[in-house]
């Protein structure tokens, strides 16, 4: 009897065409996924895998890819079926375009600006939100809020680099995470009801016969899986991220040897703080170099990882970056030795700073450039905010002392006249040269944070 999970059972579940990373993947990280959700009997294993196995079609996508034909288009979006509300005619121009045109035409028509409905369900009001946050993972998050929430949930900095739940190592931990949100699937899984478990995942019963021949053939592979001894799971620590900002989840396989962590005793933070170093300077994302793990580097280091071919699993955690270390150093290496050095690869749209692909990527540009005036006042009624904060406790406590001495202050009006006169005697082009001077210098900020906004676009910096 035992918990164990290997390849040839996963393979014996999900049938000939299930990719090998993912496969992988769930083998390295099922001792974490069994202690993290509780996995701790064989139904619920099985459920657990039927329903993975469901929403990537036996392990062989991690993502929506939209290669729809015009039937599967009506079938799933269509007229009476989604409120994206798609007409036939509408569904043959979509299903007419080449592949790699037809998944972001579809989803931004279904899931982003083109299906105002679930444009505000999902959040996704950026021009390209509905392709960016497509169903993704080994649960099929759709939608820039679940992706947040996700993010919430893992760690990983999911909303800046939504790619990133497409990654196999990602996915599986994205997966089991959601599966112990609130205990509903592990109590479902109990009473052995794949319908309620299917509730629970997809919020219906579309798949409900893959699943169920997912789960009969997990219940007859892993008809020598145990439950696991409670005690056990109770005493295992709980590693404490690195930081606020780590991934939750420690996913090195058990046999890995032992590497001190980012952020312990003896641990050398050196390393890291190079490599947020060598990969800001190609233009990747990893925040402000510390030394320290946290999302944004994860983020950067996967992002590195996709665009170098992928020559390791992107980490979700700091054991995850210590174990890909050496690898990940090497191709460093390499990348800098290149000539010219590499740098993130950008589209040319991106590269000439096409106007729509920055106000798509960068938003808050547009009004900048749109309406200047509003931009100003609204840098005008901040700095006068400021100023206030700033001299609101003086002039309270000049009011106090006015109120205090009203009586022995002269009344004669001569005074303010007198104060007055010296405002007046100021020369008007003195007032228009330092109003000019304000608003010169508020263009001068704008114009600059706009300039370098196109640049990390044009590089690829700002994803």
Request: charged share 20%; with cysteine.
């Amino acid at each position: 009897m035992s918990q164990m999970i290997t390849a040839a059972h996963l393979k014996a579940i999900a049938g000939a065409g299930a990719r090998a990373d993912m496969i992988a993947a769930v083998v390295r990280g099922w001792p974490t996924a069994v202690a993290k959700a509780r996995l701790t009997s064989r139904l619920r294993a099985c459920h657990f895998l039927a329903q993975i196995m469901t929403e990537t079609g036996g392990f062989q996508v991690l993502s929506e890819s939209g290669a729809y034909r015009a039937a599967g288009i009506m079938k799933t979006f269509g007229v009476g079926r989604h409120s994206a509300a798609i007409t036939a005619a509408e569904a043959q121009r979509i299903a007419a375009l080449p592949v790699a045109q037809r998944g972001p035409v579809l989803f931004k028509r279904v899931y982003g600006t083109g299906n105002p409905k679930k444009m505000r369900e999902f959040g996704n009001t950026g021009p390209n939100d509905g392709w960016l946050y497509r169903g993704g993972g080994m649960m099929q998050c759709t939608g820039k809020s679940n992706y947040a929430a996700m993010a919430k949930k893992t760690g990983l900095p999911l909303v800046e680099h939504p790619e990133m739940l497409h990654q196999p190592d990602s996915a599986f931990l994205a997966a089991y995470l959601e599966w112990i949100q609130d205990g509903r699937c592990n109590a479902a899984a109990d009473r052995d009801d794949p319908v309620a478990v299917r509730h629970v995942i997809n919020g219906g019963e579309n798949g409900m016969a893959a699943c169920r021949a997912f789960l009969a053939k997990a219940k007859t592979v892993l008809a020598d899986y145990s439950a696991a001894p409670v005690a056990s799971l109770l005493a295992e620590p709980e590693e404490a991220p690195a930081d606020a900002g780590a991934a939750p989840i420690d996913d090195a396989d058990d046999a890995a040897p032992t590497v001190p962590m980012a952020g312990d005793a003896g641990a050398d933070d050196s390393v890291l703080l190079a490599v947020q170093a060598d990969l800001k300077a190609m233009n990747y994302n990893p925040g402000i170099p510390s030394g320290q793990w946290g999302g944004m580097t994860a983020g950067a280091i996967a992002g590195f990882i996709n665009d170098r071919g992928r020559f390791a699993p992107a980490p979700a955690s700091i054991g995850d970056f210590q174990a890909i270390r050496p690898a990940l150093l090497a191709e460093i290496a390499r990348a800098k030795s290149e000539q010219p050095p590499f740098t993130r690869p950008v589209t040319d749209a991106r590269k000439n700073g096409d106007a729509a692909t920055v106000a798509a990527v960068a938003p808050e540009v547009v009004p900048v450039k749109r309406n200047f005036l509003a931009a100003a006042w609204a840098s005008v009624v901040a700095f006068l905010s400021a100023v206030w904060t700033t001299v609101s406790s003086y002039v309270g406590q000049a009011w106090d002392w006015f109120t205090g001495n009203k009586d022995s202050l002269p009344t004669d009006p001569s005074y303010l006249s007198t104060a007055w006169s010296y405002v007046g005697k100021v020369p008007l082009a003195v007032w228009i040269f330092v109003a000019a001077g304000g608003l010169a210098f508020i263009a001068w900020n704008s114009f600059n944070a706009v300039r370098k906004i196109n640049q990390s676009v044009k590089t690829g910096a700002r994803q």
